[in-house]
């Protein structure tokens, strides 16, 4: 039901955007959010948007650099991610939870996952 795509190889200070399908289901009137898990550690929350998108909460270590933005007629959910660092290679998780807290984001459904890797 989520679908990502957009990672890939990029060189630090360089800018991504990540996108997320989902079906209209799913997307509708969930809280939308983005994970990420670099190797050998947990999976950590990066930023998530209310269902209509009026809200949004992020990470620290990403404020400022990252931006969740969705587009429901499209059911698509997007991470413009700029100034990108080494330390932001991960596998990024696209998620949504039927419930409505943005700080404490417990997804219900997860995508695949997408490759990002910074170079530096």
């Known amino acids: 039901q989520l679908a990502e795509s957009g990672g890939g190889l990029v060189q630090a200070g360089d800018s991504l955007i990540l996108s997320c399908a989902a079906s209209?289901?799913?997307?509708?009137?969930?809280?939308m959010g983005w994970f990420r898990q670099a190797p050998g550690k947990e999976r950590d929350f990066v930023a998530a948007?209310?269902?209509?998108?009026?809200?949004?909460y992020y990470a620290e270590s990403v404020k400022g650099r990252f931006t969740i933005s969705r587009d429901n007629t499209e059911n698509m959910v997007y991470l413009r991610m700029n100034s990108l660092k080494p330390e932001d290679t991960a596998v990024y998780y696209c998620?949504?939870?039927?419930?409505?807290?943005?700080?404490?984001?417990?997804?219900?459904?997860w995508g695949q996952g997408t490759q990002v890797t910074v170079s530096s």
């Open positions: 998620a949504a939870a039927l419930s409505r807290s943005l700080a404490t984001m417990n997804p219900d459904y």
């Open positions: 209209g289901s799913t997307i509708s009137s969930s809280t």
């Open positions: 948007l209310s269902w209509g998108g009026d809200s949004t």
